[in-house]
């Protein structure tokens, strides 16, 4: 199970860290050979409740800072216990980020080990502040690190909101991948995203691949990278 005892954050943060009992998984994200890993991404796991049900009670509670400081602390020091090479994937809500304070408490921490190693992926819910994205972006870039829209498809993660991000990876939803291989018009404006996200100098990535067939659709139709249980599963 994480620990953030030993960190140097503030009284209360740390007080709120400690009622958390998580650990994390990561699943591989896969070049279009689906054996050469790109990056792995974080996925919490709370050991007393779903990690759904964990983000309905804490924002029920305001209390999501709280879970987005847990996962930037608790996803990088899992990662580093395993040794992973490649990049780290983490989860961020679009409504929060780290305050100044605790993001010079995490450089400091991680140090040069983090630099070019990071993909923050701004998830699809609940909203998109633009104060956070602002700061969010400033940390991020100061480090060489990487920035993502998450689940493009669903929730707030729209076109108008790519072009305002100008993120370096875009993840298309499930929702655009199920069933792709025998479906035309997904297949259709896949490729036009693709074609269109290429043309920006974005990344993309196809998640909740389940399927050969869909892998192999996928690649045909041009995307960069590729999640999924076909592939491998969270671990």
């Excluded at 924002?59 to 020091?77: C, I, N, P, R, W």
Aim: net charge negative.
């Amino acid at each position: 199970m994480i620990s953030f005892d030993h960190l140097p954050l503030d009284a209360d943060i740390l007080k709120a860290l400690r009622e958390l009992s998580i650990n994390y998984v990561f699943q591989p994200i896969f070049l279009s050979d689906g054996e050469t890993v790109y990056a792995w991404e974080a996925l919490m796991r709370p050991t007393d409740m779903t990690v759904t049900d964990l983000i309905a009670e804490y924002s029920k509670t305001d209390k999501l800072h709280v879970l987005e400081v847990a996962t930037f602390f608790g996803a990088m020091q899992a990662f580093f216990q395993r040794g992973y090479e490649q990049r780290v994937a983490i989860n961020s809500f679009p409504c929060d980020c780290m305050r100044p304070e605790e993001a010079e408490v995490f450089l400091d921490y991680f140090g040069e080990k983090i630099r070019g190693r990071m993909i923050i992926e701004n998830l699809e819910y609940p909203y998109f502040s633009h104060e956070h994205w602002k700061e969010k972006d400033r940390s991020v870039r100061r480090m060489d690190n990487l920035l993502a829209a998450d689940d493009y498809g669903t929730g707030i993660n729209d076109l108008a909101l790519i072009d305002h991000m100008a993120p370096h990876i875009v993840k298309l939803d499930r929702d655009l991948i199920s069933g792709i291989d025998h479906e035309k018009e997904k297949q259709e404006q896949v490729q036009e995203l693709v074609q269109l996200f290429h043309s920006k100098g974005i990344l993309v990535v196809a998640e909740g691949i389940e399927e050969k067939e869909e892998f192999e659709c996928l690649k045909s139709l041009g995307v960069d990278l590729f999640q999924g249980y076909y592939l491998a599963r969270p671990a």
